[in-house]
T-cell receptor, first 115, second 114 residues
Framework: AQTVTQSQPEMSVQEAETVTLSCTYDTSESNYYLFWYKQPPSRQMILVIR??????QNATENRFSVNFQKAAKSFSLKISDSQLGDTAMYFC????????????FGTGTRLTVIP | DTGVSQDPRHKITKRGQNVTFRCDPISEHNRLYWYRQTLGQGPEFLTYFQNEAQLEKSRLLSDRFSAERPKGSFSTLEIQRTEQGDSAMYLCASSASETRAKLFFGSGTQLSVL
């Protein structure tokens, strides 16, 4: 079974500063994907960034980057130059690389960007 | 394309009533997923369709729940004899086979069972 753990229920950051959200996961799979999704008050889940486990290079998307440590089963999200629009729930998620297509989500981290 | 659409946005019902939700995926996407999200939790997988075939069902999908995707386009999720524990946000997502790991979510249907 796959489990995803987010140990920070809430975090806050000053506007323009950098913040890192933590995520660990447990799996026996060797091929898988990891994701960070953002859920603003509108409740729509928005894909922030995706990492394929076979790629050693950490994924980046503009101000968002990840630190993927496969051996440690750790997948943290770094948000640089935080903006007020980054205020949202952030969910870490796991998907097996083959077969099943469902996402396993963590419990989320509520991020507040303070002006 | 306007993305994944879900209807209604909100549904309030009395315990014991049946409810049906609709999801319209992105038109070229052949994969469709249903998830349920309760307050303070991440979404939990319910079921998955590839075209019109329902290929996976979670054990969370009790006998009172049924999902269909009759023509491989839109999908419906029906809950019979609703219970207060069914109160949740029901999320639909879709993806294309070529980019199976890139799911696009709708805005969800918020169900409240009184």
């Amino acid at each position: 079974a796959q489990t995803v753990t987010q140990s920070q229920p809430e975090m806050s950051v000053q506007e323009a500063e950098t913040v890192t959200l933590s995520c660990t996961y447990d799996t026996s799979e060797s091929n898988y994907y990891l994701f960070w999704y953002k859920q603003p008050p509108s409740r729509q889940m928005i894909l922030v960034i995706r990492q394929e486990a076979y790629k050693q290079q950490n994924a980046t998307e503009n101000r968002f980057s990840v630190n993927f440590q496969k051996a440690a089963k750790s997948f943290s999200l770094k948000i640089s130059d935080s903006q007020l629009g980054d205020t949202a729930m952030y969910f870490c998620a796991f998907m097996r690389g083959t077969g099943a297509n469902n996402l396993f989500f963590g419990t989320g981290t509520r991020l507040t960007v303070i002006p | 394309d306007t993305g994944v659409s879900q209807d209604p946005r909100h549904k309030i019902t009395k315990r014991g009533q049946n409810v049906t939700f609709r999801c319209d995926p992105i038109s070229e996407h052949n994969r469709l997923y249903w998830y349920r999200q309760t307050l303070g939790q991440g979404p939990e997988f319910l079921t998955y369709f590839q075209n019109e075939a329902q290929l996976e069902k979670s054990r969370l999908l009790s006998d009172r729940f049924s999902a269909e995707r009759p023509k491989g386009s839109f999908s419906t999720l029906e809950i019979q004899r609703t219970e207060q524990g069914d109160s949740a946000m029901y999320l639909c997502a879709s993806s294309a086979s070529e980019t199976r790991a890139k799911l696009f979510f709708g805005s969800g249907t918020q169900l409240s069972v009184l």
